[in-house]
């Protein structure tokens, strides 16, 4: 059997992990500060490059062809979907075209699109451009409404203005964020524009597919769990509890979605509100969905889609014909705490050794600072379980990360922050 050669344009240990199990040679290209020592293991070929810069990626990729022959060139994260759809392009392989991912990266595009093909799944739009345009488009889209920056991920730089008086305060903030890096989690991303849109109501879903070669297929339905204060969700449990018609509702939604943006093979996640008017897309990505969501289909319905990404387009995993069957529910659940000091983490071990866990991390400590939650960089740590169906999951979840796992934190005196900072 002959071995199949991949360019893998950034990427996690997972990644690197479904690869090799498939048998696939390695050639990765990682940004520096993503690094790991498993992916120094298991790469056959390591180049360091910060593969969001074209002119250092396209040289390298192409002497790296002569060299090492690759069959596919394929991007599972946010920062490297763009170089990877180019380099096919260039390279001469199938895959979603660089323009579709282009359109997905960026919010204004993707609203642009929505609106030029007629779709019903947008809302009312604008860029902000100063001060005005915050009080202008308030007054056209009403209030509350969104505003967010058009290239960046995890729910960072969210705001949510709430009348006419918080745009000062909206303002203010765009004004601090634009033209610096993301600042935690990933600093891939530069924030350069910013977009309002009408706000959406409505309990909020994802869905999870693959695309063969312009044929979607719906693997599964998420629910979310979210809270309207901040932009960190809480977690995500599936299948979702729908109604056949409601579940009918988003699943076409997302597939139309997928073919107006001209998505045509891999993995997606789009995010839709069912809306008092019907669905509407939050946003979308070309790749699996982030927050342990790819653990969860895998545990429900057997599908590994990260395997699915590398696979396809290496031919060495077959289309599916028809959306997978879910055999048991899964959900995590995020871990959030108050603002402080923390003083102790407990229950760690004992929740891992439940049965029915699938994962469970914290990322804090003792002596670490906990920031107000702003979006899903500030989450501390998540616990995922399976069971028999989505209501029992979610009870699960909450029992042990809300009850089981203890993260205590001391909140700081105001006066005494200040002081310090």
């Not at 702003?374 to 501390?380: E, F, I, Q």
């Amino acid at each position: 059997m002959t071995v199949k050669s991949l360019l893998l344009v950034g990427g996690t240990d997972r990644h690197l992990d479904r690869a090799k199990e498939l048998g696939a040679r390695v050639v990765l290209f990682q940004h520096p500060d993503k690094l790991t020592a498993r992916q120094k293991e298991l790469a056959d070929t390591l180049l360091v490059v910060d593969y969001t810069d074209w002119e250092a990626v396209r040289p390298l990729a192409v002497a790296a062809h002569r060299l090492h022959r690759f069959d596919a060139v394929v991007s599972l994260t946010e920062g490297g979907l763009a170089a990877a759809a180019r380099l096919r392009e260039q390279l001469g392989f199938l895959g979603t075209p660089h323009r579709a991912t282009v359109r997905l990266r960026d919010k204004s595009r993707m609203r642009a699109r929505l609106r030029d093909t007629g779709s019903r799944l947008t809302v009312e739009t604008g860029r902000v451009t100063d001060r005005a345009s915050l009080t202008a488009f308030g007054e056209l889209a009403g209030y509350p409404f969104i505003v967010k920056p058009t290239d960046t991920t995890a729910g960072f730089g969210l705001l949510r203005v709430a009348d006419a008086a918080d745009a000062e305060r909206a303002w203010a903030r765009i004004e601090a964020l634009r033209g610096g890096r993301t600042d935690r989690g990933s600093t891939l991303f530069t924030v350069t524009a910013f977009l309002m849109e009408a706000y959406i109501d409505g309990p909020e879903f994802s869905v999870e597919a693959f695309s063969f070669a312009g044929s979607h297929i719906v693997v599964a339905v998420t629910e979310k769990l979210v809270d309207e204060l901040h932009f960190a969700e809480l977690g995500h449990a599936l299948p979702a509890r729908l109604t056949e018609a409601d579940r009918s509702a988003v699943t076409a939604a997302a597939v139309e979605f997928l073919t107006v943006m001209g998505v045509t093979d891999g993995p997606s996640h789009t995010e839709i509100r069912l809306s008092g008017r019907g669905p509407v897309v939050i946003e979308g990505h070309n790749r699996v969905g982030g927050g342990q969501i790819g653990e969860l289909v895998r545990a429900a319905y057997g599908l590994d889609l990260t395997t699915y990404g590398i696979g396809w387009p290496l031919g060495l995993v077959p289309e599916l014909r028809d959306a997978p069957r879910a055999s048991s529910a899964a959900c995590t659940r995020f871990l959030l705490r108050d603002p402080g000091r923390v003083v102790a983490v407990e229950g760690v071990p004992d929740v891992a050794a439940h049965p029915a866990v699938l994962s469970v991390e914290v990322s804090v400590r003792a002596g670490d600072t906990v920031r107000p939650v702003r979006d899903n960089w500030d989450r501390l740590g998540h616990v995922a379980v399976r069971a028999a169906d989505t209501g029992s999951a979610v009870e699960l979840c909450e029992l042990l990360a809300g009850g089981r796992i203890r993260i205590e934190v001391a909140q700081e005196d105001r006066a005494t922050a200040g002081l310090k900072a």
